[in-house]
């Protein structure tokens, strides 16, 4: 069958179309996605302002449009932090469906970090062992650990690479003191979590998902996309401790000009390399491999087990 998922997330409204059958790997057959950093389109009071809220219908109906087009069966939509955090959520919510017709299920960060940690599992399988999974997204870092294909531990932070700078890092070059400042936050943050994973004992294989992620693990030296899903792509806390300070030197149009950088997210970088770097540090984690598979691959997988068979 043909399934279409649709990620409103904090950075990107995404729809992944693929051909899917219980017991089979998905196959992606299209890919629709527009950037609209809906994060950043909240007002004073953290709700989506009227017109964030015309520009995410207008790009809901173009996806549901494209998802149609493809011949999707279905289409499995959902909306992460930003939607989840705004104050008026209800309303964008009860407009969306008014207007496009999709029911559009917030998930829980708990619900995140648990599907980026299934889709991790079927990608590496059963004989990577303990799995420790490290997601960044535009609002929120995704944290789950586990041996089964049910994390044992599982933690949303407030640390996305879109909010982060939003709220932090306002200059192009950020200001150092600022920098320093959101060092500090991240790392408070996420220390009050360690205690919670560590102990269930070290991890077989760590692994992040996320554009951010990638985005790091490529500047860094790794594969590039067009050379494959299969070709294993990792990333070193110590070459992330070297780029760290380089990007902090950056402008947004440098850090742009970097491979593997788009112009949509080099202002997001830095803080997104902080909270990496800050949670490998912290973690223990000297090296770590980006999985392909992430989200929405998640939700696919889960709506395929639950198919009759």
Known sequence: MRLGVLDVGSNTIHLLVVDAHPGARPLPAHSHKVELRLAELLDERGAVSPEGVERLVSVIAGAV????????????????????????????????KADTGIDLPILSGDDEARLTFLAARRWFGWSAGKLLVLDIGG??????????????????????????????????PPDPSDIKALRRHVRATIARTVGEFSRFGAPDHVV????????????AGAARSADGLYVQRDLSRKSLEEWVPRLAAMTTAERSALPGVSEGRAAQLLAGALVAEGAMDLFGVDDLEICPWALREGVILRRLDHLPT
Do not use: H, M
Not at 66 to 71: C, H, I, S
Not at 141 to 168: K, M, N, Q, V
Not at 208 to 219: C, E, G, M, N, V
């Open 139 to 172: 609002g929120s870092l995704e944290i789950a650990y586990g041996i089964d294909e049910e994390p044992d531990a599982a933690a949303s932070l407030p640390l996305g690479a879109g909010r982060l700078t939003s709220g932090w890092l306002t200059g192009d």
């Open 208 to 219: 992040a998902t996320s554009k951010t992620f990638k985005q790091l693990a490529r500047i």
């Open 65 to 96: 449009q494209a998802a149609e087009d493809k011949g999707c069966e279905d289409v499995l939509p959902f909306a992460t932090s930003a939607v989840r955090e705004a104050t008026n959520a209800d309303e964008v919510l009860a407009r969306v």
